[in-house]
């Protein structure tokens, strides 16, 4: 946008530049919310980007009402936040309870998966696809075996693995931020679970730090941005198909 000095507006037949504020939230859904707040009745913006995680824009985008200011919600799916009727805010990808559908679809298509089991961390937009998850899985035919929600914050891992173990599906599947799926899937290891295949929602693990590391039967949904790369080492893939070695 620098490069192009501006953004052209045909109203107006030229360039108008454009200014970006940019706070910190921590993550925080109050501090985001505050703000929110801040850049209406400070910063005095004409438009808002939503924050990262369904969580935290349910508090955000009740601002962009209150002061009747557009915001695109950047990355915010969940169900619960469209139910309100909000009429300042748009989005842009597709509903939470639908993200495992073409993954569910592929498993179905290929006919070696016959159970599946699905974990979550208790936060909006992980728990709102395992439900999209759950009901689609048992439409195609997968028997659903387990269905496992845990705090977001939760360290220990043990009484879900040791179910999944006694479950013992073909897929499991997990979808939670990194701070919870890592350390779930670095315990699964450890403790032997070992379905045919692990299916990280939100996979992070194209990297050293992510459990996608040098690991097999291990596939995900990756972000990725512009120039990014995905590793097939580990046997990460993005979206519905198969990464080959």
């Not at 109050?30 to 808002?48: G, P, Q």
């Not at 557009?70 to 009429?87: C, G, H, L, S, W």
């Not at 089991?117 to 048992?138: I, P, Q, Y």
Request: net charge positive; proline share 5%.
């Amino acid at each position: 946008m620098r490069q192009n000095r501006g953004i052209y507006v045909k109203a107006y037949d030229k360039k108008l530049p454009v200014k970006f504020i940019i706070y910190d939230d921590k993550s925080e859904p109050a501090e985001s919310a505050k703000f929110y707040e801040r850049l209406v009745t400070v910063d005095k913006v004409h438009l808002l980007l939503g924050p990262f995680s369904s969580h935290i824009t349910k508090a955000a985008v009740t601002v962009a009402d209150k002061y009747k200011i557009p915001m695109v919600m950047a990355e915010a799916n969940d169900a619960t936040i469209f139910e309100q009727r909000y009429k300042y805010s748009v989005n842009q990808v597709d509903l939470a309870d639908t993200e495992s559908h073409g993954y569910l679809e592929l498993l179905q298509a290929e006919g070696k998966v016959k159970s599946i089991a699905f974990v979550a961390e208790d936060t909006l937009h992980s728990t709102g696809a395992l439900r999209g998850g759950v009901k689609k899985a048992r439409e195609l035919g997968l028997k659903v075996v387990a269905e496992e929600i845990a705090p977001p914050d939760t360290k220990d891992f043990t009484a879900v693995l040791l179910k999944l173990k006694q479950a013992d599906p073909d897929v499991v599947y997990v979808e939670a931020f990194p701070q919870f799926e890592i350390p779930f899937m670095k315990q699964a290891y450890e403790l032997g679970l070992k379905p045919r295949e692990f299916f990280n929602g939100a996979h992070r693990g194209c990297g050293p730090q992510g459990p996608g590391t040098a690991r097999r039967g291990l596939n995900g949904r990756s972000i990725l941005g512009t120039g990014a790369a995905v590793s097939r080492g580990g046997g990460v893939c993005c979206g519905a198909q198969r990464c080959r070695d």
